[in-house]
């Protein structure tokens, strides 16, 4: 079955990075485009980028433009995300996400904490 797990969160200071990783099984993952979202406490959940099935486009929310990179490594089953310059208010839980078939997938999480 579909199976999409994410890994790379943390606490960073302000101004820090990370980089998250979300290995995907269960699905031809070359075959579709893939999404990371988040989603603060009490807030919805979000898009923050999306990347193409060949990764040859890209698109962010206003919110990271600049700081945040997706990628994607075909022959390794796993999508990245890249944050640089990080804020409090980037601090939420990720998720990595596809639609398989028309129904929206999801990973587990992993918790981005930025504070000093």
């Known amino acids: 079955q579909v199976q999409l797990v994410e890994s790379g969160g943390g606490l960073v200071q302000p101004g820090g990075s990370l980089r998250l990783s979300c290995a995907a099984s269960?699905?031809?993952?070359?075959?579709?485009?893939m999404s990371w979202y988040h989603q603060a406490p009490g807030k919805k959940r979000e898009l923050v980028a999306t990347?193409?099935?060949?990764?040859?486009?890209?698109t962010y929310a206003d919110s990271v433009k600049g700081r945040f990179t997706i990628s994607r490594d075909n022959a390794k089953n796993t999508v990245y995300l890249q944050m640089n310059s990080l804020k409090p208010e980037d601090t939420a839980v990720y998720y990595c996400?596809?639609?398989?078939?028309?129904?929206?997938?999801w990973g587990q999480g992993t918790q981005v904490t930025v504070s000093s």
């Open positions: 269960g699905f031809i993952f070359s075959s579709y485009a």
């Open positions: 996400n596809t639609n398989f078939k028309g129904v929206p997938r």
């Open positions: 990347i193409t099935s060949t990764g040859g486009t890209t």
